[in-house]
């Protein structure tokens, strides 16, 4: 099901910047009986996003666009859907400048989920991605529609036959998995990559390191990340809207079959979305 | 005007991976009373990013697209036009990764252009972006969709009131300029920046490189190239599909009014077009 302004379609209409250059942004957000999970998070980095690009501002029309949706799917009796509203830069004549006072256009995707949060996810194998993210100094924690780094890297996941790929920065440093934020274990206490250079910053990273480790009596910091670490990591995880947060069980030869620390996150995330 | 693979239309069927993650590629052609003009050299760079995107081969249905709708152009008698083939991996379930087996989409469009190639160009200004070309080692020399480098530097562009950008890596090396690829005059011979961290392989740069230098009887190099460089070059020019060879007249506080050797490459241009 798709919308664009806020009118069911099966297209968009051309041109659009979105498509011609990437321009413009998006998120993924966890629609269930509740309602768009933490929308407010969502809205947040895309208000990032459309700063840096310096789009028009649309924040509020979004919102309005995702609660027609949201109504909709609620309507419909949907229980669980991946949402993801994309913004782009609108129309506009041939060439990468944009115009002024272009409006923003916003297209919105909902499908049925199979699996979803509140379910416990299975450990993941891991592999560790050969392509790395692009550095892009205006760009870093942006959700934006440049994402052929994270296209190549999913056909290496293919390829590797794993269920996700660790991602590393040009200098070899680890950011994150492909379609996720990861969290590390170390001296009991969560670790992430600190996202200054590359990365997403991710709505459920941002809980985990503003509330649920509190919740669950833990330390959270950001740091600089190696894949040695990784490897000596007591327990690894990442965590993404759609799937909550999710047990790493193998990652190269290195095995781990014990993740308290995730579950009590798990438990957590469950016990705010009753 | 607009074809969605070969049929005239106005949108494009959603979902589309070229949309939701810039995944695909685009070529700019130029058309004239003679035709799509270098149609195999803009082939050849397209064939390059479908190998290193991983996508369908699709270059003999390219190339049927392109027949279409230069006939079209030509029954229609226009003189001028700029053509955008833009080729996506076409549509697919939510997620990075490709379905294997998938088919391309692709969308073409034609405008109507002012000004074009035969017509001599005005020397042009020039800034330098502070927005660099982002570093994807998988994707130096690719012409593909994701592009927001392009568009940050153009908005600047704007905000600077110049005709055009001089870009950068992230070594701060001169890679080329928003929308075209860069040449300086020094000590008689022709530079350009080497493309082994970022950039487009323009159609136009290889044909000076390996034709039209010789033409004119000037040797010409690709090398590392400093903004420094730039200042002190006898003469710099930028060359596209649309715009062919146009002078730089003004970098910064620095100004150029003789171009002799850009004027001699114009020459030659125009005389492998009549």
């Given at each position: 099901m798709h919308w664009v302004d806020g009118v069911r379609a099966e297209s968009?209409?051309?041109?659009d910047r979105?498509?011609?250059?990437?321009?413009?942004?998006?998120?993924?957000?966890?629609?269930?009986?509740?309602?768009?999970?933490?929308?407010d998070l969502h809205l947040s980095r895309?208000?990032?996003?459309?700063?840096?690009?310096?789009?028009?501002?649309?924040?509020?029309?979004?919102?309005?666009?995702?609660?027609?949706?949201?109504?909709?799917?609620?309507?419909?009796q949907y229980t669980h859907c991946a949402v993801r509203a994309t913004v782009t830069r609108g129309g506009g004549?041939?060439?990468?400048?944009?115009?002024?006072?272009?409006?923003?256009?916003?297209?919105?995707?909902?499908?049925?989920?199979?699996?979803?949060?509140?379910?416990?996810?299975?450990?993941?194998?891991?592999?560790?991605a050969k392509t790395p993210w692009s550095y892009q100094p205006q760009l870093v924690g942006i959700?934006?529609?440049?994402?052929?780094?994270?296209?190549?890297?999913?056909?290496?996941?293919?390829?590797?036959g794993v269920d996700e790929m660790?991602?590393?920065?040009?200098?070899?440093?680890?950011?994150?998995?492909?379609?996720?934020?990861?969290?590390?274990?170390?001296?009991?206490?969560?670790?992430?990559?600190?996202?200054?250079?590359?990365?997403?910053?991710?709505t459920r990273r941002r809980l985990i390191l503003d509330r649920w480790c509190k919740k669950i009596g833990v330390e959270a910091r950001e740091a600089q990340v190696s894949v040695e670490q990784l490897?000596?990591?007591?327990?690894?995880?990442?965590?993404?809207a759609l799937t909550g947060v999710r047990p790493v069980g193998r990652l190269g030869s290195k095995e781990w079959t014990q993740f308290p620390i995730c579950k009590a996150l798990h438990q957590a995330y469950c016990g705010e979305n009753q």
């Open positions: 968009l209409p051309l041109p979105g498509l011609n250059f990437g321009d413009g942004l998006f998120e993924t957000l966890l629609f269930t009986q509740q309602g768009l999970v933490y929308q895309l208000q990032a996003g459309i700063t840096a690009l310096g789009m028009p501002d649309c924040l509020d029309y979004v919102r309005q666009q995702l609660a027609l949706v949201s109504s909709h799917l609620c309507e419909e004549p041939r060439g990468y400048a944009p115009v002024s006072g272009c409006s923003a256009r916003i297209i919105i995707s909902a499908s049925v989920m199979d699996s979803h949060y509140p379910v416990e996810q299975a450990p993941a194998a891991l592999g560790v959700k934006h529609l440049n994402r052929l780094d994270q296209v190549l890297a999913a056909r290496e996941r293919l390829d590797a660790i991602m590393l920065d040009d200098r070899s440093s680890v950011v994150s998995t492909i379609s996720g934020n990861l969290f590390l274990v170390e001296k009991g206490a969560l670790v992430t990559p600190r996202l200054d250079r590359c990365g997403i910053n991710g490897e000596n990591a007591s327990e690894l995880f990442y965590c993404n």
